[in-house]
């Protein structure tokens, strides 16, 4: 039988009762993973773990599988229990480095950093880089991401003198209109 928690969980992702955070969309961003990725692992997967240790609350990890990859989705619900939200979401075991043990900065998790390759968007002098294929270590909880020092150097310099296979990209701003009663 179904646990009552993914019945709670995925009745939500049907009623659009869910929030992500920005971090949950650039690790879903890192990994090539669309909402409805996001979301169909919310309403197949199981339930992996829960973390009681937080007192913000149960943190709910949901794993499922989209084209052959694992992925899991971290999740907690607001106060009042009625909206779900999406802290991140991550690609389960991918060790492209050698994952090291040390606590989050930002965040009380015990959770082990996990090494991934993250795109990673900057400003300097008004001007936007954006850095794909960065290596970094993401904190599974809180999203936030560390990036060693030959890492943040080769960005420095590429901020300084754009390489040779520096791109230019097309980019779209689109605000999106009002929404009353919100
Ligand atoms: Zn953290």
Redesign the pocket.
């Given at each position: 039988m179904l646990k009552g928690i993914l019945v709670r969980i995925r009745s939500a992702v049907y009623d659009k009762r869910y929030i992500f955070t920005d971090h949950a969309l650039e690790e879903a961003d890192a990994d090539n993973l669309s909402l409805d990725d996001v979301l169909t692992v919310l309403l197949t997967g199981d339930l992996e773990s829960e973390d009681t240790d937080d007192p913000r609350g149960i943190r709910y990890i949901v794993r499922g599988v989209i084209d052959d990859i694992e992925i899991d989705v971290i999740c907690r619900w607001r106060d009042d229990g009625t909206l779900l939200i999406i802290i991140t979401v991550y690609v389960v075991g991918c060790d492209m480095m050698s994952v090291r043990k040390y606590p989050?900065e930002?965040?009380d998790?015990q959770l082990q950093q996990e090494p991934k390759y993250v795109t990673i968007t900057r400003t300097r002098g008004g001007k936007w880089y954006i850095f794909e294929h960065v290596a970094a270590r993401v904190?599974p909880?809180?999203?936030?991401r560390y990036f060693d020092a030959d890492v943040l150097e080769m960005m420095e310099s590429g901020m300084k003198e754009h390489p040779e296979n520096a791109r230019v990209v097309e980019a779209w701003a689109i605000a999106l209109p009002d929404r009353a009663g919100r």
């Amino acid at each position: 039988m179904l646990k009552g928690i993914l019945v709670r969980i995925r009745s939500a992702v049907y009623d659009k009762r869910y929030i992500f955070t920005d971090h949950a969309l650039e690790e879903a961003d890192a990994d090539n993973l669309s909402l409805d990725d996001v979301l169909t692992v919310l309403l197949t997967g199981d339930l992996e773990s829960e973390d009681t240790d937080d007192p913000r609350g149960i943190r709910y990890i949901v794993r499922g599988v989209i084209d052959d990859i694992e992925i899991d989705v971290i999740c907690r619900w607001r106060d009042d229990g009625t909206l779900l939200i999406i802290i991140t979401v991550y690609v389960v075991g991918c060790d492209m480095m050698s994952v090291r043990k040390y606590p989050c900065e930002f965040c009380d998790t015990q959770l082990q950093q996990e090494p991934k390759y993250v795109t990673i968007t900057r400003t300097r002098g008004g001007k936007w880089y954006i850095f794909e294929h960065v290596a970094a270590r993401v904190c599974p909880n809180c999203g936030h991401r560390y990036f060693d020092a030959d890492v943040l150097e080769m960005m420095e310099s590429g901020m300084k003198e754009h390489p040779e296979n520096a791109r230019v990209v097309e980019a779209w701003a689109i605000a999106l209109p009002d929404r009353a009663g919100r």
